[in-house]
């Protein structure tokens, strides 16, 4: 009697933590968004929302997903983790045994997006983040998860090189980043690429995130550095370049990461974004020739403009580019909803083998290495703000204007 029991509980439990997607009939893909709609990464996750939601609503205009001759329409179904990783792992869940969704678009932080991979890597549901860039993502290893956007290790570097090789080159730099998993990651790969550059780095410090930022620049004023570079999220960098005109220090070269073009850094800058120089691995203006919804970078822009009056930065289009690599995966392995679980693990071994032409550029997934699961099929750019606008100004082949160096101050 107690061993029947056992076995009737086990069978409980695992009909509790185990989803069921057979017995759901339906004709449209579930497609679990978890990204912050609330919280202190909100303007960030904002912006992932606005490029998920553009691919359905681009998908669903061509009547869906078209599959052995007939379209099936996709549906978001959105977890918000509140910028906590708690959170995320609890959106993740519920997505999965709720809502029981085919497969994920992921969160807009690093921190979040490694909260929510181990939950959807035991329940076999693969996802796609367009924003997240922690190498400790893709050091993980895990079978479910992919990344649009290359990590900061992959492309933190191209800006340092394009600054190292200006005249007069940089000799000294100062280092700063906040404390959580991307904005370190991006600190150590700009710190990584100012030694192999020949840059002596005077001061290297990792803050805690929020943290007022002009003592430390206040320092950094008295060793004069020529390079100040910073890794952090979208308000942090803007608090930045307030507190350099603040202490009225100007460096020959600011350099951030994310965020620079992102337009809320323009809108809320003015002037004083200019010069600033940044990472990125899209713009509207690059050229690129796209297999499915949007021919090029050029339209991909215009549409989120038309949709959001917002111009499109690189997170917004890597995000979009997420659902496109969903879609052609699908198509490949001629996949219907609802997904079971022998088809999930197709489609993640579609989006193994994927490599797409997008607007977006390239969509291709490393499947061994460092960079597991993250796209490796992009150019890392150097971007600058000039007159108000975000300019590539390296590597040289596509540059579109010469870097603007040494930075001058705003009030001149």
């Not at 978001?76 to 990783?85: I, R, V």
């Not at 000039?386 to 010469?402: F, M, R, W, Y």
């Amino acid at each position: 009697m107690k061993g029947r029991t056992k076995v009737l509980a086990l069978l409980l439990v695992l009909a509790m933590s185990v989803p069921v997607w057979a017995d759901e009939a339906r004709d449209f893909f579930k497609v679990g968004v978890i990204t912050s709609l609330s919280g202190s990464l909100a303007t960030g996750g904002n912006v992932t929302k606005r490029g998920y939601d553009l691919w359905a609503d681009a998908v669903n205009a061509a009547g869906g997903i078209e599959i052995q001759g007939k379209k099936y329409p996709v549906k978001l179904f959105y977890g918000d983790d509140q910028s906590e990783p708690a959170q995320g792992a609890s959106a993740a869940e519920r997505l999965a045994t709720q809502e029981k969704v085919d497969f994920v678009l992921g969160p807009y932080a690093s921190g979040l997006t490694l909260a929510a991979a181990p939950v959807l890597e035991k329940f076999k549901i693969p996802m796609i983040t367009g924003s997240a860039e922690s190498p400790m993502i893709w050091k993980e290893k895990f079978r479910y998860t992919f990344g649009t956007i290359p990590p900061v290790n992959y492309t933190g570097s191209a800006p340092i090189n394009t600054i190292a090789n200006l005249n007069p080159k940089p000799k000294t730099a100062l280092i700063l980043g906040s404390n959580d998993t991307f904005s370190k990651a991006t600190a150590e790969a700009f710190q990584d690429a100012a030694v192999k550059a020949g840059i002596k780095v005077l001061k290297f410090n990792i803050v805690p995130s929020g943290q007022d930022l002009i003592p430390y620049l206040s320092a950094a004023k008295a060793m004069q550095p020529d390079l100040i570079a910073f890794g952090g999220h979208d308000e942090e960098l803007i608090k930045l370049v307030k507190a350099l005109n603040q202490i009225n220090y100007t460096p020959k070269a600011l350099l951030m990461h994310y965020g620079v073009t992102e337009p809320a850094f323009i809108e809320a800058l003015g002037k004083n974004a200019d010069q600033v120089f940044g990472a990125s691995v899209w713009t509207e203006t690059i050229k690129t020739k796209g297999e499915v919804l949007w021919p090029d970078a050029k339209s991909y822009a215009d549409a989120a403009m038309k949709a959001y009056n917002v111009p499109a930065d690189y997170t917004q289009a890597g995000s979009s580019a997420a659902g496109i690599a969903f879609q052609m995966a699908l198509i490949k392995i001629n996949a219907v909803p609802p997904l079971d679980e022998k088809k999930r693990d197709e489609l993640v071994v579609a989006l193994e083998n994927l490599k797409v032409q997008s607007f977006y550029g390239q969509i291709s997934f490393a499947t061994e290495g460092q960079f597991y699961h993250a796209n490796v099929g992009l150019t890392p750019l150097t971007i600058q703000i000039q007159s108000g606008k975000v300019v590539v100004v390296g590597p040289d082949n596509l540059a579109e204007s010469k870097p603007i160096y040494p930075m001058k101050a705003a009030k001149k």
